[in-house]
């Protein structure tokens, strides 16, 4: 079992940064691979990135490309996910999520395990 806890949500004004950070419960939280998706009111929930149990290989959705960055420390149980450059259109409730899977990570059905979301907006 692992719990899954966000924070660093906030508003921000377009061309700002956050960083938010997933805080993750379990001895084994190394073995899983992380993603963060979000949802926009009046959508449907939509990959954002995802990394690799061992950092090695990460994956981002096109429109953040260059502008938002996923990392993890395992010895801190916690994946980061930094937003650059952030634009009105990012706004969108932000959730990470685990899985004990390594391939189909774009999908929000190969995860096992969610967090509660935080509510990332950005003022143009």
């Known amino acids: 079992q692992v719990q899954l806890v966000e924070s660093g949500g906030g508003l921000v004004q377009a061309g700002g940064s956050l960083r938010l950070s997933c805080a993750a419960s379990?001895?084994?939280?190394?073995?899983?691979?992380m993603g963060w998706f979000r949802q926009a009111p009046g959508n449907e929930r939509e990959f954002v990135t995802t990394i690799s149990w061992d950092e090695g290989i990460t994956y981002y959705t096109n429109s953040v490309k260059g502008r938002f960055t996923i990392s993890r420390d395992n010895a801190k149980n916690t994946v980061y996910l930094q937003m650059n450059s952030l634009k009105p259109e990012d706004t969108a409730v932000y959730y990470c999520?685990?899985?004990?899977?390594?391939?189909?990570?774009?999908?929000?059905?190969?995860?096992?395990?969610w967090g509660q979301g935080t509510q990332v907006t950005v003022s143009s």
């Open positions: 379990g001895r084994t939280f190394s073995s899983y691979s």
């Open positions: 999520a685990a899985s004990q899977r390594k391939y189909g990570l774009t999908r929000s059905a190969t995860y096992d395990y």
